[in-house]
């Protein structure tokens, strides 16, 4: 069964320094998020993609955030200067682009960011 | 946008049915009732949806009340497995896409 995967599973980064956070998206899906969920707390949106462009960002996706889909395959989130409150787990999701109001989001594992 | 309301927490034994419910009186006509469940430690999961008519899948049935302010997922027969936070999630006004996770449900399932 085709699956989204993200790597790394874990990364560990001092304060001020950039990340990437990559993503494997489902084949043939066509719509692309980032949503984050800090210990203990609810799973918020960050941002949506389609057409290789943002079509929906959150509050929290400012200036520091970007996203790209580099080579048709890949989908990154990065993360200029880290904070300590960005620590959290980043889930990357994907979706057909079925119409019929069907909102089937596939879900990765998770990269755990934890900011120093 | 249409508000949920679902309990904090329900526990089941191993094996019975559970009935999950969801409360979503503002619900609008073509609003979709969608529901996702979170298991310890991994991301979400999407679980089944529904409009107006009952549905079934291979993972759960949602049972939608007539006038659609209300519904119920069902798991006929928990496993620890089932062990996880369950979100009924409705969609915004507008368009958007983006799925608004609330508390959700947290489901103890007891062998």
């Known amino acids: 069964e085709p699956e989204v995967t993200q790597t790394p599973s874990h990364q560990v980064t001092q304060m001020g320094q950039e990340v990437i956070l990559r993503c494997v998206p489902i084949s043939n899906h066509l719509y692309f998020y980032w949503y984050r969920q800090i210990l203990g707390q609810k799973v918020e949106f960050l941002v949506s993609?389609?057409?290789?462009?943002?079509?929906?960002k959150s509050e929290i996706f400012d200036d520091q955030f970007s996203v790209e889909r580099p080579d048709g395959s890949n989908f990154t989130l990065k993360i200029r200067s880290t904070k300590l409150e960005d620590s959290a787990m980043y889930f990357c999701?994907?979706?057909?682009?079925?119409?019929?109001?069907?909102?089937?989001?596939?879900f990765g594992p998770g990269t755990r960011l934890t900011v120093l | 946008d249409a508000k949920t309301t679902q309990p904090n927490s329900m526990e089941s034994n191993e094996e019975e049915p559970v009935h999950l419910p969801c409360n979503h009186s503002?619900?609008?006509?073509?609003?979709?009732i969608h529901w996702y469940r979170q298991l310890p430690s991994q991301g979400p999961e999407y679980v089944i949806h529904g409009l107006t008519s009952n549905v079934n899948n291979r993972m759960a049935s949602l049972a939608i009340a007539e006038d659609r302010k209300s519904s119920t997922l069902i798991l006929h027969r928990a496993t620890l497995r089932d062990a996880a936070v369950y979100y009924c999630?409705?969609?915004?006004?507008?368009?958007?896409?983006?799925?608004?996770f609330g508390k959700g449900t947290k489901l103890t399932v007891n062998p």
């Open positions: 999701a994907s979706r057909s682009g079925l119409a019929g109001g069907r909102n089937e989001q596939f």
């Open positions: 503002t619900i609008s006509g073509t609003d979709y």
């Open positions: 993609f389609y057409n290789n462009e943002i079509s929906e």
């Open positions: 999630i409705l969609p915004l006004r507008g368009g958007s896409e983006k799925l608004v």
